[in-house]
């Protein structure tokens, strides 16, 4: 049997890792509600539950430049297995919590460790192609998603542990989710610091056309993430998205709670649900990548976004004759859906996109940093907005959404024409280069034995002036419109 190369045991240890970050967010939030009400005397949490949930995305959001600056320094390895550590260390406070307080320092170090993600990204970024990149990035949200359905799915047997003792240490409904996570991160660790290694570049991929770039300030560096167009703009977006999605997901266990009496086993049947929704939305997306733009799949992600918000206030406006506004279980399922299917279309193309635009080698750690960073202010914002909304009036929600939707709208169509990066600058030029090699040291024929001329089987074809003319044509207009993007 063939062994496995390290190439492929990097594969395994990059995508293990981004599914330990989905079964992190997928069994603990399902759990948590509970949990922290448990530990407070079976007080009302909601508010602190909505603090918790932001304090992890606002950890990672904290510390993204410090470990975007280290991946562009260190190696992936290194820097990889110390944020392995801190997830774990994170993982073990929450299941070993006596009280919130400590749950809250557990999610604050499990958010810094969550910057194994934009690790994860980076790694597809430097071993990669700009034709394969989108799908590749596909994959990843693919294999990130199915581990958010694997949460729940591994949350519904632990919800039905009753408190038992291992010697000094508790293991119930509430804290079983942190033991299983401490395991699976010391997996990671082990799997990081014997099966691992750096990225090796592949042919064609940004790592491997590197040149040698002139040495800039650290100001210059970060100058350049904030001030180019495209790059702001999907930054803006990024943060819409997850600000987005953290609503949905916050709101959804208290309202459930509320409306449908479902408790920590029905709702993480329900998570399963939107994630499949997910998986199957991304298997669409993976198929579409190499035949559709990649600006055209987030503008329909956008879309749907706002065909979400409209359906959302049309349900809560028809529910607010009620005396206690609630919406039918069918609505909200479907309002779910529609969220929860335009986020597979962003998650999916704004890290490939992100990387185009920028095209520069030295960035590109700091760059899926600063995706991440915007990842988790949208993840602070959005919990803090659906708390609000669950203590005053759930219009407030889709009306703030709607807003931010706007905006980002107008932001992606004034900027429409500068996100065209089928093909980066390097790789026209080096086309148009082996072009001009084909049509003038190519033999159109070839002698034969007699010493005459006959037809070569490979000879190219001869061009006649009017396809040489639209081939011309059609690179110019591409690489105009590639640098339009650069340059914007």
């Known amino acids: 049997m063939p062994c496995i190369s390290e190439r492929t045991w990097s594969w395994i240890t990059i995508c293990f890792a981004v599914t330990l970050q989905g079964i992190d967010y997928g069994i603990i939030i399902p759990s948590m509600l509970e949990y922290m009400t448990e530990l407070n005397g079976g007080e009302d949490v909601t508010l602190i539950f909505g603090i918790v949930v932001s304090i992890f995305s606002t950890s990672s959001l904290v510390t993204a430049p410090l470990f975007g600056w280290a991946f562009d320094k260190y190696s992936m390895r290194s820097v990889m297995i110390v944020l392995t550590i801190i997830s774990g260390l994170g993982a073990l406070l929450y299941a070993l919590a006596i009280n919130n307080w400590m749950i809250l320092i557990g999610r604050v170090l499990c958010g810094a460790g969550y910057n194994i993600f934009p690790g994860s990204s980076l790694y597809v970024v430097q071993t990669t192609t700009l034709d394969e990149r989108s799908g590749y990035f596909a994959k990843i949200t693919l294999t990130f998603s199915i581990a958010l359905a694997l949460g729940p799915a591994i949350n519904f047997p632990l919800s039905k542990i009753h408190k038992t003792y291992f010697g000094p240490f508790q293991m119930s409904q509430g804290s079983a989710p942190g033991w299983v996570m401490t395991g699976l991160f010391v997996m990671s660790g082990l799997l990081y610091a014997f099966f691992f290694t750096d990225p090796v570049p592949k042919e064609g991929s940004d790592k491997e056309t590197e040149v040698i770039l002139p040495q800039r300030s650290w100001k210059e560096d970060w100058k350049i993430l904030f001030t180019k167009g495209p790059c702001v703009i999907l930054i803006i977006t990024q943060a819409l998205v997850l600000f987005t999605q953290t609503t949905v997901e916050t709101i959804l266990t208290p309202l459930t709670s509320k409306w449908y009496h479902f408790d920590a086993s029905w709702n993480s ?61 069918w ?153 339009k993007a650069v340059n914007f």
């Not at 520069?360 to 988790?376: E, F, H, I, V």
């Open 269 to 329: 049947l329900l998570f399963t649900g939107m994630v499949g929704v997910i998986v199957l939305f991304l298997v669409i997306i993976n198929f579409l990548t190499k035949r559709v733009q990649d600006r055209a799949l987030l503008m329909t992600g956008h879309l749907i976004v706002g065909f979400g918000n409209v359906m959302f206030v049309i349900f809560l406006v028809l529910a607010r004759h009620e005396e206690n506004m609630w919406i039918p279980l």
């Open 331 to 483: 609505q909200f399922c479907i309002v779910t859906a529609i969220y929860i299917a335009a986020i597979a279309f962003y998650q999916s193309i704004l890290g490939s996109l992100f990387s185009k635009l920028l095209n520069d080698k030295a960035l590109d750690g700091r760059g899926q940093s600063m995706l991440s960073g915007a990842s988790s202010l949208g993840s602070i914002l959005g919990p803090l907005a659906s708390t609000a909304a669950i203590k005053s009036n759930l219009l407030f929600v889709p009306s703030i959404m709607g807003g931010l939707w706007s905006i980002v709208l107008c932001l992606l169509i004034a900027s429409w024409d500068y996100m065209y990066v089928d093909q980066s600058l390097e790789e026209l030029e080096a086309e148009a280069a082996s072009n001009k090699d084909v049509n003038t040291s190519w033999p159109a024929t070839e002698p034969n034995s007699s010493g005459g001329e006959s037809k070569g089987l490979l000879a190219p074809r001869s061009r006649t002036s009017s396809e040489s003319g639209a081939e011309t044509s059609i690179g110019s207009e591409r690489l105009r419109q590639t640098n």
